[in-house]
């Protein structure tokens, strides 16, 4: 695709339920990146790849939080046994060269996540 | 770690004036980038600007300019001849390779 597609768009799960977001970056990227939007806050970095690889994970908030990016394509944002403080936006960009840091972030429309 | 400070939380400006947004950061980094994303109601994030910060000179695209002070901290974003499709959320960023470091945004409105 043209852009960064992520799917679902809206999600709401049950608390204690296990739920799995999708990244489809653009074609090519070798950066991904997940990042987490809190209402009324700026997107705060969880994770990143660089390939198939987990490059800085530095910023998953706890162990229920895991992401894969099996192929060094699409990548799976993955949470267990989820709590109401999970509701937020997660967001996916991916960028074409991780070696430079002026190197622009590609973002998508990001899936809202409601816990209930 | 970086961090990016906005301290305006909302503004707003008359259609065809000009507004100007105040970002600050804090960074240990000799080698960074700065950027200005704009955040729709459509929650994708859009790149408005970039700065190299080993440029001395502001960059500029049409009619968005930043005003870089390296000293300072400061990385302001200028929109001149504002339009009602500027209305959004805008968000200061930092960046040294590895993560992108956000502020938590300005929501600007634009005044018909």
């Known amino acids: 695709g043209a852009g960064v597609s992520q799917t679902p768009s ?3 799960t049950e608390k204690g339920k296990y739920v799995e977001l999708r ?4 074609s090519g990227h070798t950066a991904l990146y997940w990042y987490r939007q809190s209402l009324g806050q700026g997107p705060e970095f969880l994770i990143y790849f660089q390939g198939t690889g987990a490059a800085d994970d530095s910023g998953l908030p706890n162990d229920r939080f895991f992401a894969v990016r099996p192929e060094g394509s699409v990548s799976t944002l993955k949470i267990q046994r989820t709590e109401r403080g999970d509701s937020a936006v997660y967001l996916c960009a991916s960028s ?3 070696g430079g840091a002026n190197t622009e972030a590609f973002f998508g429309q ?3 996540l409601t816990v209930v | 770690a970086q961090t990016v400070t906005q301290s305006q939380p909302e503004m707003s400006v008359q259609e065809a004036e000009t507004v100007t947004l105040s970002c600050t950061y804090d960074t240990s980094e000799s080698d960074y980038y700065l950027f200005w994303y704009k955040q729709p109601p459509s929650r994708q994030m859009i790149l408005v600007i ?7 000179q502001n960059a500029t695209e049409n009619r968005f300019s930043v005003n870089f002070q390296k000293a300072a901290k400061s990385f302001s974003l200028k929109i001149s001849d504002s339009q009602l499709g500027d209305a959004a959320m805008y968000f200061c960023a930092s ?3 590895n993560q992108f470091y956000f502020g938590t945004g300005t929501s600007l409105t634009v005044i018909p």
């Open chain 1, 96 to 98: 074409p060269d991780l």
């Open chain 1, 23 to 26: 990244c489809d970056p653009i």
């Open chain 2, 95 to 97: 960046n040294t390779g």
């Open chain 1, 10 to 12: 809206n999600k709401v």
């Open chain 2, 50 to 56: 970039r700065q190299e910060a080993y440029k001395q």
């Open chain 1, 110 to 112: 990001g899936t809202r």
